[in-house]
């Protein structure tokens, strides 16, 4: 089971990379992407991250449940879900929020909560390379 929990671990990992940290930035330099049709992608393309991150931590924690694992294993996931669900529940609501304002018209760009948004994905980056070098660690 420690095979998967890596394997779910480095995939998540790079979803993450390529979604939050190359596809976001990336698409608002795309010549005529507007910022209300860049935010529009971006709530379809982070809808649709956010349900595949549910489905992996859900994953890991039934990998974690059926098999043997250890301290870093278990508490490393726990970590990663704990983020994960603290940008879901808090975060992702303002963010949606902030984004209707914006595709409504309201001209104010800047949110905090899209700082935090980014500061929970840098902290769950790392809690999944930790994650799955931890789990690979125990296959060796």
Do not use: C
Request: hydrophobic share 65%; glycine share 10%; no cysteine.
């Amino acid at each position: 089971m420690n095979l998967a929990i890596g394997a779910i671990a480095f995939v998540w990992l790079g979803m993450v990379l390529a979604l939050s940290f190359l596809e976001a930035p990336l698409k608002f330099r795309a010549p005529g992407i507007t910022v209300p049709l860049g935010l529009g992608i971006g709530r379809l393309v982070f809808r649709a991250l956010n349900v595949v991150e549910v489905v992996l931590v859900v994953g890991v924690g039934v990998a974690l449940l059926a098999g043997t694992r250890t301290a870093a294993t278990g508490w490393t996931a726990a970590a990663v879900a704990f983020l994960l669900a603290v940008q879901l529940a808090a975060v992702r609501p303002a963010l949606n929020a902030r984004t209707r304002r914006v595709l409504a018209g309201d001209p104010h760009i800047g949110s905090r909560a899209h700082l935090a948004y980014i500061a929970l994905e840098l902290l769950k980056v790392a809690g999944l390379v930790v994650l799955g070098l931890a789990a690979f660690a125990v296959v060796r």
